[in-house]
T-cell receptor, first 115, second 113 residues
Framework: DTAVSQTPKYLVTQMGNDKSIKCEQN?????MYWYKQDSKKFLKIMFS???????INETVPNRFSPKSPDKAHLNLHINSLELGDSAVYFC??????????????FGEGSRLTVL | AQTVTQSQPEMSVQEAETVTLSCTYD???????LFWYKQPPSRQMILVIR??????QNATENRFSVNFQKAAKSFSLKISDSQLGDAAMYFC??????????FGKGTRLHILP
């Protein structure tokens, strides 16, 4: 069983389109994240949810909207895609607090290419 | 603001040799976690090693060990007996308690046969 799974793995789309990436974790963690990895491999946090509540919202255009229907799922919807949105998007989960070990468990990444 | 600096964008090491990747971080906190993650060409992010700041003993995982110098805010990764499968991007990362994890810009490690 994959611990953190995200779909799709690859996404090619035209500028101006809207797309979504889904993420699910079966680790029982209470916190989930979206990270963006650019072409230079730099990893930057975008959002974090703890038990369905948004707790981290970095400086991200409001075309990006995360949604967490329950603590095992965190989806990312992107409106009006731009060329600069091309990147690999990683979903991750973590157990924070006294019971947590602190590290992130990552999905395999979703490579988004905007043409 | 917390920052993580990896000063070596790329490194190469001969197979079976030892290599050390550098990482420094900036924080005013005393309680935090440090990590090294590996990202091979498959792009999967894999945890290599983890260190809790309150622990003085350096973490070790098989051929991977760290040199944690809390006062100097340094957290280097040593890979012994390098293998071809160690070729990857290596990211140093830092986390304060329940806050976000901040990553360095990475070091690309090449293993020479």
């Amino acid at each position: 069983d994959t611990a953190v799974s995200q779909t799709p793995k690859y996404l090619v789309t035209q500028m101006g389109n809207d797309k979504s990436i889904k993420c699910e974790q079966n680790l029982g963690h209470d916190t989930m994240y979206w990270y963006k990895q650019d072409s230079k491999k730099f990893l930057k946090i975008m959002f974090s949810y703890n038990n369905k509540e948004l707790i981290i919202n970095e400086t991200v255009p409001n075309r990006f909207s995360p949604k967490s229907p329950d603590k095992a799922h965190l989806n990312l919807h992107i409106n009006s895609l731009e060329l600069g949105d091309s990147a690999v998007y990683f979903c991750a989960s973590s157990q924070i607090g006294l019971m947590g070990t602190g590290e992130l468990f990552f999905g395999e990444g979703s490579r988004l290419t905007v043409l | 603001a917390q920052t993580v600096t990896q000063s070596q964008p790329e490194m190469s090491v001969q197979e079976a040799e030892t290599v050390t990747l550098s990482c420094t971080y900036d924080t005013s906190e005393s309680d935090y976690y440090l990590f090294w993650y590996k990202q091979p060409p498959s792009r999967q992010m894999i945890l290599v090693i983890r260190q809790e700041a309150y622990k003085q003993q350096n973490a070790t995982e098989n051929r991977f060990s760290v040199n944690f110098q809390k006062a100097a805010k340094s957290f280097s990764l040593k890979i012994s007996d390098s293998q071809l499968g160690d070729a990857a991007m290596y990211f140093c990362a830092y986390r304060i308690r329940d806050d976000k994890i901040i990553f360095g810009k990475g070091t690309r490690l090449h293993i020479l046969p």
